[in-house]
């Protein structure tokens, strides 16, 4: 826990960027109409199952993803910088005691997003499950810009926790 504070602080000191306005270039929300593959990812600690996934441009997929590591995890589609900037915001949830090891307090997070949007974690392109939790994406690879999943749990990322994103 005490590291997981150190780097809550040290993230502190980065500026947080606004997020949604970068979405954009990644793709899009995709329509479940329109999804043509799905795949099953699963979280460990702090790995992904599987850790490359192939997408051809414009293609809408979704994403099964299962958290079977006993910490909390998230997967994000983003792009390297972006997930950069995302984990000042994750410190901040940690920050806040809203993000723990292996618990996200809902409660307190629906509360304390009133006054702060961004504690919120609500982006389309990403999902942050407690242990044992499923969630789903469905995403529109609607781009050319280079691509990979990512937990931006604090230390997490730093830990290797990405999957490669490889275009077809
Ligand atoms: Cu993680």
Same mark, same amino acid.
């Given at each position: &826990?005490?590291?997981?504070?150190?780097?809550?602080?040290?993230?502190? %000191?980065?500026?947080?960027?606004?997020?949604?306005?970068?979405?954009? &270039?990644?793709?899009?929300?995709?329509?479940?109409?329109?999804?043509?593959?799905?795949?099953?990812?699963?979280?460990?600690?702090?790995?992904? *199952?599987?850790? *490359?996934?192939?997408?051809? *441009?414009?293609?809408?997929?979704?994403f099964i993803v299962k958290n079977m590591g006993e910490?909390?995890?998230?997967?994000?589609?983003?792009?390297?910088?972006?997930?950069?900037?995302?984990?000042?915001? &994750?410190?901040? &949830?940690?920050?806040?005691?809203?993000l723990l090891a292996d618990r996200i307090d809902k409660?307190?997070?629906?509360?304390?997003?009133?006054?702060?949007?961004? %504690?919120?974690?609500?982006?389309?392109?990403?999902?942050? %499950? *407690?242990?044992?939790?499923?969630?789903?994406?469905?995403?529109?690879?609607?781009?050319?810009?280079?691509?990979?999943?990512?937990?931006?749990?604090?230390?997490?990322?730093?830990?290797?926790?990405?999957?490669?994103?490889?275009?077809?």
């Open positions: &826990m005490i590291m997981y504070r150190l780097i809550a602080i040290f993230l502190m %000191l980065i500026p947080s960027v606004c997020y949604a306005s970068s979405m954009k &270039m990644i793709g899009e929300k995709g329509d479940i109409k329109n999804v043509t593959k799905v795949v099953t990812v699963n979280m460990f600690d702090n790995y992904y *199952e599987p850790n *490359e996934i192939v997408v051809k *441009e414009g293609e809408t997929i979704k910490l909390v995890h998230e997967l994000n589609i983003a792009t390297k910088e972006m997930h950069v900037k995302h984990q000042p915001e &994750m410190a901040k &949830m940690v920050e806040h005691e809203i409660k307190k997070m629906k509360k304390m997003a009133k006054m702060d949007h961004s %504690l919120a974690h609500k982006h389309a392109n990403s999902v942050l %499950l *407690e242990p044992k939790e499923t969630g789903e994406i469905i995403w529109k690879f609607s781009t050319s810009a280079k691509l990979e999943i990512a937990c931006n749990v604090p230390g997490h990322y730093e830990a290797g926790m990405i999957a490669k994103i490889i275009k077809d």
